[in-house]
Protein backbone atom coordinates (compact mmCIF):
# COMPACT_ATOMS: atom_id res chain seq x y z
CA UNK A 1 0.00 0.00 0.00
CA UNK A 2 2.67 2.35 0.99
CA UNK A 3 4.66 1.29 -1.78
CA UNK A 4 2.08 1.87 -4.58
CA UNK A 5 1.51 5.43 -2.81
CA UNK A 6 5.01 6.35 -3.44
CA UNK A 7 5.05 5.08 -7.01
CA UNK A 8 2.16 7.13 -8.05
CA UNK A 9 4.02 10.29 -6.50
CA UNK A 10 6.96 9.48 -8.77
CA UNK A 11 4.79 8.44 -11.75
CA UNK A 12 5.98 9.30 -15.16
CA UNK A 13 3.90 8.73 -18.78
CA UNK A 14 5.76 9.77 -21.91
CA UNK A 15 4.01 12.95 -23.17
CA UNK A 16 3.60 11.28 -26.48
CA UNK A 17 1.61 8.55 -24.60
CA UNK A 18 -0.66 10.61 -22.83
CA UNK A 19 -1.18 12.48 -25.68
CA UNK A 20 -2.36 9.50 -27.52
CA UNK A 21 -4.83 8.44 -24.93
CA UNK A 22 -5.94 11.90 -24.76
CA UNK A 23 -6.68 12.06 -28.60
CA UNK A 24 -8.24 8.78 -28.48
CA UNK A 25 -10.99 9.33 -25.93
CA UNK A 26 -11.89 12.36 -27.69
CA UNK A 27 -12.73 10.78 -31.06
CA UNK A 28 -14.79 8.07 -29.24
CA UNK A 29 -16.75 10.82 -27.42
CA UNK A 30 -17.06 12.97 -30.24
CA UNK A 31 -18.73 10.14 -32.78
CA UNK A 32 -21.03 9.16 -29.32
CA UNK A 33 -22.66 12.69 -29.72
CA UNK A 34 -23.38 12.55 -33.03
CA UNK A 35 -24.76 9.50 -32.51
CA UNK A 36 -26.71 10.99 -29.93
CA UNK A 37 -27.30 14.12 -32.25
CA UNK A 38 -28.69 11.72 -34.90
CA UNK A 39 -30.83 9.14 -32.60
CA UNK A 40 -32.15 11.85 -29.98
CA UNK A 41 -31.57 12.57 -26.63
CA UNK A 42 -32.83 13.40 -23.12
CA UNK A 43 -32.81 17.03 -21.73
CA UNK A 44 -32.78 17.68 -18.15
CA UNK A 45 -32.56 21.37 -16.61
CA UNK A 46 -29.92 22.00 -14.17
CA UNK A 47 -31.05 25.96 -13.57
CA UNK A 48 -33.50 27.47 -16.04
CA UNK A 49 -31.23 27.72 -18.71
CA UNK A 50 -28.47 25.50 -18.11
CA UNK A 51 -29.51 22.43 -19.51
CA UNK A 52 -27.53 18.47 -19.77
CA UNK A 53 -28.85 15.86 -21.65
CA UNK A 54 -27.67 12.36 -21.40
CA UNK A 55 -25.30 12.64 -24.29
CA UNK A 56 -23.32 15.00 -21.81
CA UNK A 57 -23.29 11.89 -19.23
CA UNK A 58 -22.45 9.55 -22.18
CA UNK A 59 -19.33 11.38 -23.30
CA UNK A 60 -18.45 11.85 -20.19
CA UNK A 61 -18.16 8.60 -18.85
CA UNK A 62 -16.85 7.64 -22.31
CA UNK A 63 -13.33 9.46 -21.66
CA UNK A 64 -13.18 9.04 -18.30
CA UNK A 65 -13.55 4.94 -18.91
CA UNK A 66 -11.25 5.42 -21.91
CA UNK A 67 -8.64 7.34 -19.79
CA UNK A 68 -8.45 5.10 -16.68
CA UNK A 69 -7.86 2.00 -18.69
CA UNK A 70 -4.59 3.51 -19.78
CA UNK A 71 -3.66 5.28 -16.13
CA UNK A 72 -5.62 3.52 -13.26
CA UNK A 73 -4.21 5.85 -10.90
CA UNK A 74 -4.70 9.43 -12.55
CA UNK A 75 -8.07 12.12 -11.39
CA UNK A 76 -10.22 13.53 -12.60
CA UNK A 77 -12.39 16.58 -12.55
CA UNK A 78 -15.14 16.28 -14.71
CA UNK A 79 -18.42 18.60 -15.40
CA UNK A 80 -20.93 16.61 -14.76
CA UNK A 81 -19.44 15.39 -11.78
CA UNK A 82 -17.64 18.00 -10.33
CA UNK A 83 -15.19 17.42 -7.90
CA UNK A 84 -11.73 16.70 -8.28
CA UNK A 85 -11.48 12.60 -7.38
CA UNK A 86 -9.08 11.71 -4.63
CA UNK A 87 -5.60 9.85 -4.94
CA UNK A 88 -1.95 10.82 -4.57
CA UNK A 89 -1.37 11.06 -8.78
CA UNK A 90 0.20 14.74 -10.47
CA UNK A 91 -1.94 13.63 -13.09
CA UNK A 92 -5.42 15.34 -13.26
CA UNK A 93 -7.16 15.32 -16.23
CA UNK A 94 -9.48 18.01 -16.47
CA UNK A 95 -12.85 17.14 -18.65
CA UNK A 96 -15.70 19.17 -20.37
CA UNK A 97 -17.35 16.07 -22.45
CA UNK A 98 -19.71 18.11 -24.61
CA UNK A 99 -18.70 22.44 -24.24
CA UNK A 100 -21.36 24.01 -25.98
CA UNK A 101 -24.61 21.90 -25.09
CA UNK A 102 -27.20 24.62 -25.72
CA UNK A 103 -26.22 24.16 -29.30
CA UNK A 104 -26.12 20.62 -29.13
CA UNK A 105 -29.68 20.49 -27.84
CA UNK A 106 -31.09 22.96 -30.64
CA UNK A 107 -29.49 20.91 -33.33
CA UNK A 108 -26.68 23.84 -33.93
CA UNK A 109 -23.41 21.98 -34.73
CA UNK A 110 -20.77 24.06 -32.72
CA UNK A 111 -19.98 21.68 -29.93
CA UNK A 112 -16.85 19.72 -28.59
CA UNK A 113 -15.00 17.37 -26.42
CA UNK A 114 -12.47 18.99 -24.21
CA UNK A 115 -9.69 17.42 -22.73
CA UNK A 116 -6.95 18.90 -20.65
CA UNK A 117 -4.26 17.88 -18.68
CA UNK A 118 -2.46 19.05 -15.51
CA UNK A 119 0.77 17.62 -13.71
CA UNK A 120 1.86 18.91 -10.65
CA UNK A 121 -0.85 21.55 -10.82
CA UNK A 122 0.23 22.98 -14.39
CA UNK A 123 -1.49 22.62 -17.80
CA UNK A 124 0.52 20.46 -20.03
CA UNK A 125 -1.69 19.41 -22.72
CA UNK A 126 -4.73 19.91 -24.53
CA UNK A 127 -7.15 18.29 -26.79
CA UNK A 128 -10.14 19.47 -28.36
CA UNK A 129 -12.05 17.57 -30.46
CA UNK A 130 -15.07 19.44 -32.98
CA UNK A 131 -16.82 16.03 -34.23
CA UNK A 132 -19.12 17.77 -36.49
CA UNK A 133 -15.94 19.58 -38.59
CA UNK A 134 -13.85 17.03 -38.00
CA UNK A 135 -11.16 19.54 -35.90
CA UNK A 136 -8.84 18.06 -33.54
CA UNK A 137 -6.94 20.54 -31.76
CA UNK A 138 -4.05 19.31 -30.07
CA UNK A 139 -1.14 21.25 -27.64
CA UNK A 140 2.07 20.19 -25.70
CA UNK A 141 3.72 22.44 -23.42
CA UNK A 142 7.13 23.44 -25.47
CA UNK A 143 5.59 21.33 -28.37
CA UNK A 144 3.81 23.99 -30.57
CA UNK A 145 -0.30 23.56 -31.28
CA UNK A 146 -1.99 21.42 -34.45
CA UNK A 147 -4.90 21.20 -36.07
CA UNK A 148 -5.17 18.13 -37.51
CA UNK A 149 -1.51 17.57 -37.53
CA UNK A 150 -0.85 20.63 -39.05
CA UNK A 151 0.84 23.79 -37.04
CA UNK A 152 -1.41 26.57 -35.67
CA UNK A 153 -0.64 30.01 -35.21
CA UNK A 154 -2.55 32.97 -33.61
CA UNK A 155 -3.14 36.39 -36.00
CA UNK A 156 -0.99 38.93 -36.67
CA UNK A 157 -4.49 41.30 -36.02
CA UNK A 158 -2.60 44.67 -34.27
CA UNK A 159 -6.01 46.99 -33.40
CA UNK A 160 -9.37 46.11 -32.16
CA UNK A 161 -10.47 47.80 -35.60
CA UNK A 162 -9.16 45.04 -37.60
CA UNK A 163 -10.18 42.43 -34.78
CA UNK A 164 -12.44 39.79 -35.14
CA UNK A 165 -13.56 39.30 -31.18
CA UNK A 166 -15.63 36.61 -29.62
CA UNK A 167 -17.01 36.33 -26.21
CA UNK A 168 -19.94 34.36 -24.43
CA UNK A 169 -22.57 34.58 -21.18
CA UNK A 170 -22.78 32.14 -17.93
CA UNK A 171 -25.85 30.73 -17.20
CA UNK A 172 -26.63 32.61 -13.96
CA UNK A 173 -27.21 35.89 -16.43
CA UNK A 174 -30.48 36.61 -15.40
CA UNK A 175 -29.64 36.49 -11.46
CA UNK A 176 -26.32 37.95 -11.37
CA UNK A 177 -24.87 42.07 -12.20
CA UNK A 178 -21.25 40.67 -13.44
CA UNK A 179 -23.15 39.28 -16.40
CA UNK A 180 -20.41 40.01 -19.17
CA UNK A 181 -23.30 43.06 -21.11
CA UNK A 182 -21.35 45.90 -20.31
CA UNK A 183 -18.22 44.32 -21.94
CA UNK A 184 -20.25 42.98 -24.65
CA UNK A 185 -21.34 46.58 -25.55
CA UNK A 186 -18.41 47.42 -24.84
CA UNK A 187 -16.48 45.57 -27.35
CA UNK A 188 -19.31 45.59 -29.58
CA UNK A 189 -18.48 49.80 -30.65
CA UNK A 190 -14.09 48.74 -30.70
CA UNK A 191 -13.96 45.65 -32.74
CA UNK A 192 -14.39 45.05 -36.44
CA UNK A 193 -16.97 42.39 -35.38
CA UNK A 194 -17.85 40.49 -32.53
CA UNK A 195 -19.42 36.72 -32.22
CA UNK A 196 -21.14 34.85 -30.01
CA UNK A 197 -20.45 30.86 -30.10
CA UNK A 198 -21.45 29.15 -27.84
CA UNK A 199 -18.60 27.15 -26.91
CA UNK A 200 -15.64 28.50 -24.73
CA UNK A 201 -12.97 25.70 -26.02
CA UNK A 202 -13.59 25.71 -29.52
CA UNK A 203 -13.40 29.87 -29.09
CA UNK A 204 -10.06 29.48 -27.55
CA UNK A 205 -9.29 27.06 -30.23
CA UNK A 206 -10.10 29.87 -32.70
CA UNK A 207 -7.64 31.96 -31.05
CA UNK A 208 -5.35 29.44 -31.66
CA UNK A 209 -6.04 29.30 -35.04
CA UNK A 210 -5.98 32.95 -35.85
CA UNK A 211 -9.92 32.78 -37.01
CA UNK A 212 -10.66 35.22 -33.84
CA UNK A 213 -7.75 37.71 -32.33
CA UNK A 214 -9.25 38.00 -28.88
CA UNK A 215 -11.69 36.53 -26.68
CA UNK A 216 -13.14 36.98 -23.22
CA UNK A 217 -15.62 36.01 -21.11
CA UNK A 218 -16.60 35.71 -16.83
CA UNK A 219 -17.51 33.10 -14.97
CA UNK A 220 -15.96 30.33 -16.69
CA UNK A 221 -15.08 26.78 -15.26
CA UNK A 222 -11.87 25.14 -15.40
CA UNK A 223 -13.35 22.27 -17.61
CA UNK A 224 -14.13 25.30 -20.28
CA UNK A 225 -10.64 26.91 -20.03
CA UNK A 226 -8.04 23.65 -19.27
CA UNK A 227 -7.42 22.49 -22.80
CA UNK A 228 -8.32 25.27 -24.95
CA UNK A 229 -5.49 27.09 -22.41
CA UNK A 230 -2.21 25.04 -23.57
CA UNK A 231 -3.61 25.19 -27.53
CA UNK A 232 -3.61 29.25 -27.35
CA UNK A 233 -0.31 29.40 -25.76
CA UNK A 234 1.14 27.04 -27.73
CA UNK A 235 -0.25 28.95 -30.81
CA UNK A 236 1.99 32.01 -29.75
CA UNK A 237 -1.33 33.29 -27.91
CA UNK A 238 -1.47 35.09 -24.72
CA UNK A 239 -3.66 34.45 -21.54
CA UNK A 240 -4.64 36.51 -18.60
CA UNK A 241 -7.64 37.54 -16.18
CA UNK A 242 -8.96 40.66 -16.53
CA UNK A 243 -6.02 42.26 -14.38
CA UNK A 244 -3.82 41.08 -16.80
CA UNK A 245 -2.28 38.09 -14.31
CA UNK A 246 -1.33 35.17 -15.91
CA UNK A 247 -4.22 32.74 -16.18
CA UNK A 248 -5.78 30.72 -13.47
CA UNK A 249 -8.32 28.31 -14.68
CA UNK A 250 -9.45 28.68 -11.53
CA UNK A 251 -9.76 32.05 -11.75
CA UNK A 252 -13.36 32.26 -13.71
CA UNK A 253 -12.03 35.23 -15.73
CA UNK A 254 -10.52 34.80 -19.31
CA UNK A 255 -8.58 36.69 -22.00
CA UNK A 256 -7.28 35.46 -24.56
CA UNK A 257 -5.32 36.67 -27.61
CA UNK A 258 -3.08 37.10 -30.26
CA UNK A 259 -0.94 38.90 -27.70
CA UNK A 260 -0.77 42.23 -29.69
CA UNK A 261 -4.08 43.27 -28.53
CA UNK A 262 -3.65 42.09 -25.65
CA UNK A 263 -3.26 45.45 -23.80
CA UNK A 264 -6.37 47.10 -25.83
CA UNK A 265 -8.40 44.26 -24.91
CA UNK A 266 -7.29 45.02 -21.08
CA UNK A 267 -7.69 48.79 -21.39
CA UNK A 268 -11.50 48.42 -22.76
CA UNK A 269 -12.31 45.60 -19.85
CA UNK A 270 -11.33 48.16 -17.23
CA UNK A 271 -13.06 51.30 -18.69
CA UNK A 272 -16.92 52.04 -17.18
CA UNK A 273 -19.55 51.12 -18.82
CA UNK A 274 -21.18 53.41 -21.09
C1 LIG B 1 -20.69 26.82 -21.83
C2 LIG B 1 -20.08 27.24 -23.14
C3 LIG B 1 -20.40 28.70 -23.44
C4 LIG B 1 -19.96 29.61 -22.32
C5 LIG B 1 -20.56 29.16 -21.00
C6 LIG B 1 -20.19 27.70 -20.73
P1 LIG B 1 -21.37 24.19 -21.66
O1 LIG B 1 -20.33 25.47 -21.52
O2 LIG B 1 -18.68 27.09 -23.13
O3 LIG B 1 -19.75 29.16 -24.60
O4 LIG B 1 -20.37 30.92 -22.62
O5 LIG B 1 -20.02 30.00 -19.99
O6 LIG B 1 -20.76 27.30 -19.52
O7 LIG B 1 -22.38 24.33 -20.60
O8 LIG B 1 -21.92 24.23 -23.01
O9 LIG B 1 -20.44 23.04 -21.41
CA1 LIG C 1 -18.39 24.13 -20.94
CA1 LIG D 1 -20.33 20.90 -20.85
Redesign the pocket.
Known sequence: MVQSSVLNLHESVPRETLLEVAISASRKAGTLLLKYAETGFRIEYKAPINL?TDA?RAAEQCVIDHIRTSFPTHRFLA??RGHVEEGQSPYLWII??????TNFAHGYPVYCVSIGLEYEGRCVLGVVFDPSRNELFTAMEHQGAQLNGRSLHVSKAVTLDSSLLVTGFAYDIRETPRNNLDHFVKFALKAQGLRRTGSAALDLCYVAAGRFDGFWEVRLNP??MAAGAVIVREAGGRLTDFNGKDLSIYGQELVASNGQIHEAMLAVLAQEAP
Open positions: VDEEDPLDGTWD
